[in-house]
């Protein structure tokens, strides 16, 4: 009775130590260390990440600056210097704005005189322009879109293939084998969707600015048309 009560002590004291030294033992992984587990695969699907968020932010402040709505006062002003005659001042207003809607009203008053079908083609003309100047590279978003979650996916495939390979050679087939490698190969998967999601959003956003310029710029089309149109105190409905 007595070898019992003393060797369940020393079993007691054994099991906490291995406990204590599989808790000391055991480290956590930090961020870093955790996304380095994703493979080969997970190398470009960085680098898409990081392009994505400068690209992004780079279209972002472009467009905020191109787009950026004119002085409020401004078509009335243009008004009363055209009615006037003084076209030179109405061109020196314009060109202090320096925005998308600026250059298309530049055009606008350059193009005075001639026929209003052109001047109004003349006007769209620019608008396309600077349009095509805002979507610029803007198309990288979307491929970068479909790109990395492809890239994770295939990621995860070549590590399960070399997981299933590794077992086929060992014949080691425990489920800390199996589960241990798979969360490591899933994690090019997530990255890819993350990445991927990313560079969506801000595709689609990007391109909402952009629209937001092109109805605008068709009001302000509509409004120079109609002020080089009507006569002297006619006023606009």
């Known amino acids: 009775m007595t070898f019992f009560l003393q060797a369940a002590p020393d079993s007691l004291t054994q099991t906490t130590q291995a406990i204590v030294e599989n808790v000391a033992t055991t480290k956590e992984l930090s961020l870093f260390e955790f996304v380095l587990k ?10 898409l990440f990081v392009y994505t968020i400068y690209l992004t932010f780079e279209r972002y402040f472009y467009i905020q600056k191109s787009a950026k709505k004119t002085s409020a006062g401004l078509m009335d002003s243009l ?4 009615n006037s005659g003084n076209l030179d001042l109405a061109v020196a207003s314009v060109q202090r704005e320096n925005t998308a809607e600026s250059n298309v009203l530049h055009e606008g008053l350059l193009t005075i005189g001639r026929p209003i079908s052109e001047i109004e083609s003349n006007m769209e003309k620019v608008t396309n322009i600077e349009i095509a100047n805002m979507e610029k590279k803007l198309n990288h978003l979307g491929t970068i ?7 994770g996916f295939v990621g995860t495939i070549s590590g399960v293939i070399k997981i299933f390979y590794n077992i086929s050679i060992t014949e ?9 490698g798979l969360y490591e190969k899933m994690i090019s998967s997530g990255a890819g969707l993350i990445v991927g999601i990313i560079a969506y959003a801000a595709y689609h956003l990007l391109n909402g600015k952009i629209d937001g310029f092109a109805l605008q ?11 080089i149109q009507r006569p002297n105190g006619h006023k606009e409905k």
């Not at 008004?79 to 055209?82: I, V, W």
């Not at 710029?217 to 002020?227: A, G, V, Y």
């Open 172 to 180: 080691n087939i425990s489920i800390a084998n199996i589960s241990g």
């Open 79 to 82: 008004k009363t210097q055209l």
């Open 145 to 151: 879109a479909g790109i990395a979650p492809t890239l």
């Open 217 to 227: 710029s068709q009001k302000i089309i509509l409004k120079f048309i109609n002020i």
């Open 38 to 47: 994703g493979g080969v695969f997970l190398i470009p699907i960085v680098i």
